[in-house]
């Protein structure tokens, strides 16, 4: 019986791993199609997000289902728990590469972003998607030390965010309201999509130590 029951929590663990693996694929698609107004990769994002919609809600059906059937104590609680939480972070994360693909697919065939600020967006989206392969290492391998560089990670996705708000906010901008709005949405679905990354490595923390790091708004 007990080694059914890990059996089922490694599985539980290896789906949120992979749903780590989809969100990134998901960014980077999404980054893609932003900064090459190609409406083709913005629609596959739009079009996976309900795949990532159903691995949440299959992976929350399996952890109420551990809840209720094996009444797990101490690590393995929180594994579960934490879980159902991890679940609805990483879901989130799709969420918000969708909402950049939406951004893409409103303005083609017009670029969003400014030429000069095209290589900014880059860099968050690669910072982004190696956050959620990172969250997703994490998950699988338990690792403190990885979970620690989400952090670091994260201190980079916000300078670039902050930076932004300087770009917008000098004089010598001239690209007018529309893009500024824009710009200033897109870094925040960035920005709030490596914050949940982060969320999700804390929880592994968690599980591991029994104690929740320091608060994160999520």
């Avoid at 109420?64 to 939480?85: E, G, K, Y």
């Avoid at 969420?95 to 030429?115: I, T």
């Avoid at 690792?143 to 917008?168: I, N, P, Q, S």
Wanted: aromatic share 4%.
């Amino acid at each position: 019986m007990r080694d059914a029951y890990q059996e089922q929590l490694d599985n539980l663990a290896d789906e949120l791993a992979g749903m780590c693996d989809q969100v990134a694929d998901a960014m980077a698609k999404a980054t893609a199609s932003l900064l090459e107004s190609d409406l083709q990769l913005a629609e596959e994002v739009i079009t996976s997000d309900i795949r990532i919609d159903e691995l949440r809600a299959n992976a929350e059906e399996k952890a109420f289902a551990l809840l209720a059937l094996q009444a797990p104590v101490a690590t393995d609680l929180r594994t579960v728990v934490s879980a159902i939480h991890g679940a609805g972070d990483i879901e989130r994360m799709g969420d918000l590469a969708l909402h950049v693909a939406q951004a893409a697919r409103r303005r083609h065939p017009q670029p969003v972003l400014p030429a000069e600020i095209g290589p900014y967006f880059a860099e968050m989206g690669r910072v982004g998607v190696q956050l959620a392969h990172k969250a997703g290492e994490v998950i699988r391998t338990r690792d403190l030390g990885r979970a620690e560089e989400l952090e670091r990670d994260d201190d980079a996705m916000d300078d670039l965010h902050r930076h932004m708000f300087t770009v917008l906010m000098d004089p010598a901008w001239t690209h007018g309201v529309g893009p500024a709005v824009d710009i200033t949405l897109l870094a925040r679905f960035y920005e709030r999509y490596a914050d949940h990354a982060v969320a999700v490595a804390r929880r592994i923390v968690y599980v591991v130590t029994g104690r929740m790091p320091g608060p994160l708004a999520v």
